[in-house]
């Protein structure tokens, strides 16, 4: 029963993001996991028995040594890379002697969605607080984006009081990579710091600060605040994305 009652809130809690319109690897891995521990819990009568059986065969013992050689690799690299992302959540800026840089989100239309308005949040929090402080702000149009990310940041900014002479919008980029690529340059052509503050989600620092740091940037987070039902789906989207940054950077 116990399984049976951890599946279904697990399930649920990957379910409530759909219905936000979020659907990634995040939600159909943890859709997946939590689904098939509410089955084994729903029918253990009948799960349980049939799989002792089958672990005391020949075959079924090989089969049960992959499986838990994958589920102790999965825990491994799931524990060291929620470490990491924790410590780069922590590696915040020691005073404002940096150039903030804020990595762009989905819009809607010409409305920032929910993820995108907590790293505006996160930015204009800042900004008020270290006023000498400069902002790039990078994120490119989609095809369903009426303006570029860039763009929205930057309205929004200035619409809280920022003022635009500190914000330069960079408006091409469409990955992480691109969109500290394309900051590098504009901090270089501009004679901005070269340390920069990334602000992002928290789930996302760690990564970013991956491909900060290649570009011979020094990094600190200036994490944004993620909305509780969007973070575990994320969450996990992130530990398959910081194996393939590893893998294919």
Same mark, same amino acid.
């Given at each position: 029963m116990?399984?049976?009652?951890?599946?279904?809130?697990?399930c649920v809690t990957f379910i409530i993001p759909i219905f936000g319109g979020i659907f990634n690897i995040?939600?159909?891995?943890?859709?997946?996991?939590?689904? $098939?521990?509410?089955?084994s819990?729903?029918?253990?009568?009948?799960?349980?028995?049939?799989?002792?059986?089958?672990?005391?065969?020949?075959?079924?013992?090989?089969?049960?040594?992959?499986?838990?050689a994958v589920v102790l690799f999965a825990a491994i690299t799931v524990t060291v890379e929620?470490?990491?992302?924790?410590?780069?959540?922590?590696?915040?800026?020691?005073?404002?002697?940096?150039?903030?840089?804020?990595l762009g989100c989905k819009v809607n239309g010409t409305t920032p969605s929910l993820m995108l308005r907590e790293r505006i949040d996160a930015a204009y929090e800042f900004l008020s607080e270290n006023p000498e402080a400069d902002?790039?702000?990078?994120?490119?149009?989609?095809?369903d984006e009426e303006i570029s990310e860039a763009r929205c940041m930057f309205e929004a900014l200035v619409a809280?009081?920022?003022?635009?002479?500190?914000?330069?919008?960079?408006?091409?980029?469409?990955?992480?990579?691109?969109n500290l690529e394309m900051s590098h340059e504009i901090i270089k052509r501009n004679g901005l710091k070269k340390d920069i503050a990334v602000v992002t989600n928290e789930f996302h620092e760690y990564r970013a600060g991956l491909v900060a740091k290649e570009?011979? $940037?020094?990094?600190?987070?200036?994490?944004?605040?993620?909305?509780?039902?969007?973070?575990?789906?994320? $969450?996990?989207r992130e530990w398959y994305a910081i194996i393939f940054e590893i893998l294919f950077r």
């Open positions: 116990v399984r049976a009652i951890i599946g279904a809130a697990g995040g939600t159909v891995t943890g859709l997946a996991f939590f689904g $098939l521990l509410f089955l819990g729903i029918f253990r009568k009948k799960f349980d028995p049939a799989v002792i059986n089958f672990v005391n065969t020949k075959a079924g013992k090989t089969v049960a040594y992959i499986i838990g929620t470490s990491c992302i924790v410590g780069a959540i922590c590696d915040k800026p020691k005073n404002s002697d940096v150039t903030l840089v804020v902002c790039v702000l990078s994120g490119g149009q989609g095809e809280y009081g920022i003022s635009p002479d500190r914000l330069y919008p960079e408006d091409k980029s469409t990955s992480t990579k691109e570009l011979g $940037l020094g990094f600190s987070a200036v994490s944004a605040k993620t909305a509780g039902w969007l973070l575990p789906t994320y $969450l996990v």
